[in-house]
């Protein structure tokens, strides 16, 4: 089972349409569940993705070979592909990570519009959380 929360979801998704029709490619990257709240009933060890890192549309190589260079690979453990022109499925174009989220229009959650995969291509049970990390003060 993949987990993720729906506010990366919704995020994730606006990013793909604020794209349209160009693709959108970026690292996911995950939370233990017992630093979530909202998360109950899952073990605390228990990944769910939380955390996206914002793309760099205007940079060419991005752009054409779908890695982003400035960051090393480890610090995500899954990827964000759009497809404004394909199927749901993962393509020998996209970046493959552990899992990889892969969008298509409409730009809204669904079981035909958002999925996700192993490296493999293969789809995964996805559950969508309602989990959030702690409220933290910025002051001090």
Not at 18 to 40: F, H, K, N, Q, W
Not at 121 to 129: A, F, K, N, T, Y
């Amino acid at each position: 089972m993949v987990y993720i929360t729906r506010a990366l979801v919704d995020v994730l998704l606006d990013l793909a349409s604020d794209a349209d029709p160009d693709r959108v490619t970026t690292g996911v990257s995950i939370t233990p569940a017992g630093e979530l709240e909202g998360a109950d009933g899952l073990p605390p060890e228990t990944p769910v993705f939380t955390d996206f890192m914002l793309p760099n549309l205007g940079n060419a190589v991005n752009a054409v070979f779908g890695v982003d260079l400035s960051t090393p690979a480890r610090q995500f453990q899954g990827r964000f592909v759009s497809h404004p022109v394909r199927e749901l499925e993962v393509t020998k174009r996209d970046d493959l990570a552990e899992v990889v989220f892969v969008a298509v229009p409409p730009w809204e959650y669904g079981e035909r519009t958002f999925a996700a995969f192993d490296r493999r291509g293969d789809r995964q049970p996805l559950e969508v959380l309602d989990a959030h990390p702690p409220e933290q003060s910025l002051g001090g």
